[in-house]
């Protein structure tokens, strides 16, 4: 699978890049001890080696499993880079601000929107239709790509992998920079009732206890990226739109009657979900080769009829 010597980064190699040298050098300035963070510095300086090895000896001009892996390598990175996160909770502070968000949505609402459905609103049939939507978000990055991959729309891949990267990322530092740790940790002795389901609730319950982090709920990635991939689907794949865009609605409220973020949580996730849409839009369209473009622009009118 080696192919030119020549470097070509499209939009989300460079995203990827930077992301992880960006991470290293904050790190560096601000990490104290700083041994504690050996295994978080290795890994991203291994994470941005490694797109640099994928970007340079991986041609997706060859086909079959160079083109898979070329455009597709991300989506197999993002558990990673989440996981990782949960050991840079606590390096700007080390508290959560839960009690400064419960208070501005108080205010804003008159009542804790997480209290009020565990004391008004919880029933197990909207539980499993909730849970069943946030489970689904699992199965979205992947299934999404897979099949726009199979329909070799490999410039609407690249478009939409640079919007999905983009919003992981700014998920990630802000989930340092201003650490929430979660409705299920922050009222876990106030709730009244317990969140029960038959079926989607235990499996949403069985990937949270064995796969989540304690903290990063500010914003909900969750929410941003199924957000990111409605809007392409609207855009791109009109007939697979209202799928994704129920499981989409549906996961924004699962994620709260859940327990596992603030309403604010959803807000901004999406904010910066329709942001990293709008500038992949407007940026990703072509890759870059040594300072010239060497795709051409792709023929927009092909993808909007689907």
């Given at each position: 699978?080696t192919?030119?010597?020549?470097?070509?980064?499209?939009?989300?190699?460079?995203?990827?890049?930077?992301?992880?040298l960006?991470?290293?050098?904050?790190?560096?300035?601000?990490?104290?001890?700083?041994?504690?963070y050996?295994?978080?510095?290795?890994?991203?300086?291994g994470?941005?080696?490694?797109?640099?090895?994928?970007?340079?000896?991986?041609?997706?001009?060859?086909?079959?499993?160079?083109?898979?892996?070329?455009?597709?390598y991300?989506?197999?990175?993002?558990?990673?880079?989440?996981?990782?996160?949960?050991?840079?909770?606590?390096?700007?502070?080390?508290?959560?601000?839960d009690?400064?968000?419960?208070?501005?949505e108080?205010?804003v609402?008159?009542?804790?929107p997480?209290?009020y459905?565990?004391?008004?609103?919880?029933?197990?049939?909207?539980?499993e239709?909730?849970?069943?939507?946030?489970?689904?978000?699992?199965?979205?990055?992947?299934?999404?790509?897979?099949?726009?991959?199979?329909?070799k729309?490999?410039?609407?891949?690249k478009?939409?992998?640079?919007?999905?990267c983009?919003?992981?990322?700014?998920?990630?530092?802000?989930?340092f920079?201003?650490?929430?740790?979660?409705?299920?940790?922050?009222?876990?002795?106030?709730?009244?009732?317990?969140?029960?389901?038959?079926?989607?609730?235990?499996l949403?319950?069985l990937?949270?206890?064995n796969?989540?982090?304690?903290?990063?709920?500010?914003?909900?990635?969750?929410?941003?990226?199924a957000l990111?991939?409605?809007?392409?689907?609207?855009r791109?794949?009109?007939?697979?739109?209202?799928?994704?865009?129920?499981?989409?609605?549906?996961?924004?409220?699962?994620?709260?009657?859940?327990?596992?973020h603030?309403?604010?949580?959803?807000?901004?996730?999406?904010?910066?979900?329709?942001?990293?849409?709008?500038?992949?839009?407007?940026?990703?369209?072509?890759?870059y080769?040594h300072?010239?473009?060497?795709?051409?622009?792709?023929?927009?009118?092909?993808?909007h009829?689907?």
């Amino acid at each position: 699978m080696t192919g030119s010597k020549n470097i070509s980064l499209y939009l989300f190699d460079r995203i990827i890049i930077i992301y992880s040298l960006l991470m290293v050098l904050v790190i560096l300035a601000v990490g104290r001890p700083l041994n504690n963070y050996y295994d978080e510095i290795v890994f991203y300086i291994g994470m941005a080696a490694l797109v640099l090895l994928i970007t340079r000896y991986i041609d997706e001009h060859r086909g079959g499993v160079a083109r898979f892996i070329r455009l597709l390598y991300p989506i197999f990175m993002f558990t990673f880079f989440y996981k990782i996160t949960g050991g840079l909770m606590t390096l700007l502070f080390d508290n959560f601000f839960d009690w400064q968000l419960t208070g501005f949505e108080k205010a804003v609402f008159g009542v804790n929107p997480t209290l009020y459905i565990d004391q008004h609103l919880l029933n197990p049939i909207l539980t499993e239709i909730f849970s069943f939507c946030y489970f689904g978000y699992y199965f979205m990055i992947p299934v999404f790509f897979l099949l726009v991959y199979i329909r070799k729309d490999y410039e609407i891949i690249k478009n939409a992998l640079s919007a999905v990267c983009l919003m992981f990322f700014l998920s990630y530092l802000l989930f340092f920079l201003y650490p929430i740790e979660g409705p299920r940790w922050h009222f876990s002795t106030v709730y009244v009732n317990k969140v029960t389901g038959p079926v989607f609730r235990y499996l949403v319950e069985l990937v949270i206890k064995n796969g989540a982090v304690h903290g990063g709920c500010m914003p909900s990635s969750h929410f941003g990226v199924a957000l990111v991939l409605t809007l392409y689907s609207i855009r791109y794949y009109r007939r697979w739109s209202w799928i994704i865009t129920v499981i989409t609605i549906g996961l924004a409220i699962g994620t709260v009657w859940g327990r596992f973020h603030y309403i604010s949580d959803v807000v901004v996730g999406g904010i910066i979900g329709l942001g990293a849409t709008l500038f992949a839009w407007k940026y990703a369209e072509r890759p870059y080769h040594h300072g010239q473009s060497i795709n051409k622009k792709p023929e927009t009118k092909q993808y909007h009829v689907s």
